[in-house]
């Protein structure tokens, strides 16, 4: 069977359950199950891995914005974890976003002591986004590291969460700002501000990672790049440039659709496969894959590019 690296797979650590944080996540809208495979890192997680065919899942928390001490204490449970199952586990970095000093220590911390493979960060701090100049340190950090950020959806502020509520249960109000529209829609806009800001021209070496095909972006790839191409935004770095050199996508959004769209607009090597376990299944990865095949739209070749061979080249990982 062909080696399968996840990238976008998340838990509820002992530290975070419970906390109001987690609430705002909207699982009461997922299957019960679901909550609890999200606290589980250990045999039950590995079952369905094999299950799933995937050789090393990278662990990450929830999105949520928590303490330094949370944090920290979150960071060592995946630490436990990957000590404890070292050729199946890896682990990605939950950090204080609302500290971004905080943010810049645990980030070398996890890194350095603990050799986790980057972060993965919740798309803004209540509302306030990371082209803010307060972030600088962070970003620099994360550069100096040669680490990569993944930023990763959140449910929108409180002050903006109204603008998805209609005529309609509130439910559905709540996961259209969340997982059916908003958020992902958010993550695109807040790398376009991140562009404008001119954060890449500051830190050309920077790693940023986006799940769910590319969270819209790469639709609207053209208009950006003819767009951004006027010569009144003075930016050193053209879109297309950021594009390439500093943005990488998983899959964690199984639509053959989008996956098409994703692979006209950017190169088989900066896209990875990913789950988005357990709040997507191990069987719709399967079929994902199966679906992806019959299609043709990749050589058996390109899709262990997409399976395994591109993590590895990005995290240094060598899996077989």
């Keep these: 069977m062909i080696p399968a690296i996840s990238l976008e797979d998340h838990f509820i650590s002992d530290a975070l359950y419970g906390s109001p944080s987690v609430s705002k996540l909207g699982l009461h809208t997922f299957p019960p199950q679901v909550v609890t495979q999200l606290r589980d890192i250990r045999d039950g997680r590995i ?8 050789s090393l899942q ?3 928390s929830v999105p949520c914005l928590e303490t330094p001490e949370v944090c920290r204490r979150t960071n060592l449970q995946i630490a436990q974890s990957v000590k404890d199952f070292p050729t199946r586990f890896r682990g990605f970095a939950c950090l204080p976003m609302t500290y971004p ?3 810049c220590a645990e980030l070398e911390y996890c890194v350095k002591e603990l050799n986790f493979l980057g972060a993965l960060i919740p798309n803004h701090a209540n509302g306030i986004f990371y082209d803010a100049e307060k972030y600088l340190p962070f970003w620099k950090r ?3 590291l040669e680490t990569l950020v993944y930023i990763h959806p959140t449910p929108p502020d409180p002050t903006h969460a109204h603008f998805y509520l209609g005529n309609y249960p509130k439910d559905l109000g709540l996961m259209l700002g969340m997982h059916l529209w908003g958020w992902h829609a958010d993550v695109g806009s807040h790398v376009l501000r991140l562009f404008f800001c001119g954060l890449f021209n500051k830190f050309p070496r920077l790693k940023i990672v986006l799940g769910h095909m590319g969270e819209m972006l790469p639709f609207m790839k053209g208009r950006m790049q003819y767009a951004a191409g006027h010569s009144w935004l003075h930016l050193q770095r053209t879109w297309d440039q950021v594009w390439t050199e500093n943005l990488w ?6 639509d053959v659709t989008a996956m098409a769209c994703l692979i006209r607009s950017t190169s088989i090597g900066r896209i990875m496969y990913s789950v988005d376990y357990p709040l997507v299944s191990m069987d719709d990865g399967l079929q994902f894959i199966k679906q ?7 050589t058996e070749e390109e899709i262990e590019m997409v399976l395994y061979k591109n993590a590895q080249k990005l995290l240094g990982l060598n899996i077989k």
């Design 292 to 298: 992806l095949r019959e299609s043709e739209l990749l």
């Design 142 to 144: 994360a550069e100096e």
């Design 58 to 60: 990278v662990i990450s």
């Design 47 to 54: 079952r369905d891995l094999d299950h799933g065919g995937i």
């Design 101 to 103: 000093e905080a943010a």
């Design 249 to 254: 996508f998983t899959t964690s959004m199984f």
